[in-house]
């Protein structure tokens, strides 16, 4: 208890500093560059003032630098997040931004969706045309992916794989794990198609398709079906379904009367195809990255 008569002092943060040093020295910090990371030295290990039982890995990462390079937020913007309760590591809530982690092999939640915390894991979307191989080379020297990913120097897999005359959406990256669940038809993982058929479209083949059509490997069936347009004697139809026997589309639309002249992916899971041009690719967002995570569960 404060004695009569007496001021109390302000209370001094942890280090000592009272809130105009800290903003001195960060802004002291920030004229240095962007090479040196303030929250080495400055207040950050307060945190919330909350604890947690999260052991700090030897020579981690801050928490908020990890997140902000996976591209969360502003190195300020992650803070919040964490002193709001809304990042977890390994399944434990975190409140402390001085804590350390291994982004490499530890599991980093936002809002529980997994971010792609490791700076060595890359994620592309392509836009694989006509006329290319779903392979990294060819020993007749036919064009393939490779020839398309410009200066990707990581060796990226392949999630599944499109016709040679199939265009669309190929998704590419070195998280194994996640490629392997994404083509893995086990996580139904769903696949959607625009196809350029003989019209008129009757209008029941829409039930014809999500029933099931009997094919020589099996029955398939789709999960959604309708169509765009229809002029003259063509209709363009969406077709989306979640398993990848080869042709799959075609066949199926061919046993219903309605051969392929082209055939382009759009949609894989939580990511399209968007405005990508053709033979282009571009990074996944860290929000598709866990939105894919999420389709498998992971």
Do not use: W
């Not at 931004?97 to 894991?121: C, T």
């Not at 990581?154 to 499109?162: D, K, P, Q, S």
């Not at 590419?172 to 696949?191: I, Q, T, W, Y």
């Amino acid at each position: 208890m404060t004695p009569p008569g007496s001021r109390r002092r302000p209370r001094q943060p942890p280090g000592g500093l009272s809130p105009a040093d800290l903003a001195r020295a960060r802004a002291a910090a920030a004229s240095l560059g962007p090479d040196f990371d303030s929250d080495d030295d400055f207040g950050s290990a307060e945190g919330s003032g909350e604890r947690d039982s999260l052991t700090d890995v030897p020579g981690g990462v801050r928490l908020q630098k990890v997140l902000a390079a996976a591209g969360v937020g502003s190195r300020r913007q992650c803070e919040e997040l964490i002193a709001a309760g809304r990042v977890e590591v390994d399944g434990e809530v975190v409140r402390r931004f001085g804590a350390r982690v291994d982004p490499k092999h530890q599991v980093i939640r936002v809002d529980g969706r997994r971010i792609p915390a490791s700076e060595d894991l890359v994620y592309v979307a392509l836009n694989k045309p006509a006329g290319v191989l779903t392979s990294m080379s060819d020993s007749r020297g036919r064009a393939t992916m490779t020839d398309l990913l410009g200066g990707i120097a990581e060796r990226l897999f392949h999630v599944g794989r499109l016709d040679y005359d199939t265009e669309g959406l190929m998704l590419l990256m070195n998280d194994g794990e996640l490629a392997h669940r994404l083509a893995h038809p086990r996580f139904g993982v769903p696949k959607t198609y625009l196809a350029d058929v003989p019209g008129p479209v009757p209008r029941d083949l829409g039930r014809q398709l999500i029933s099931g059509i009997e094919l020589d490997d099996g029955i398939a069936s789709a999960d959604k079906f309708r169509v765009v347009e229809q002029a003259g004697g063509r209709a363009l139809v969406e077709i989306t379904l979640h398993e990848g026997r080869k042709h799959i589309v075609r066949r199926m639309l061919a046993a219903t009367g309605h051969p392929v002249s082209r055939l382009v992916r759009t949609q894989v899971g939580p990511v399209s195809l968007g405005s990508l041009r053709p033979g282009t690719t571009r990074r996944l967002t860290t929000k598709e990255v866990g939105d894919l995570y999420a389709a498998v569960g992971l």
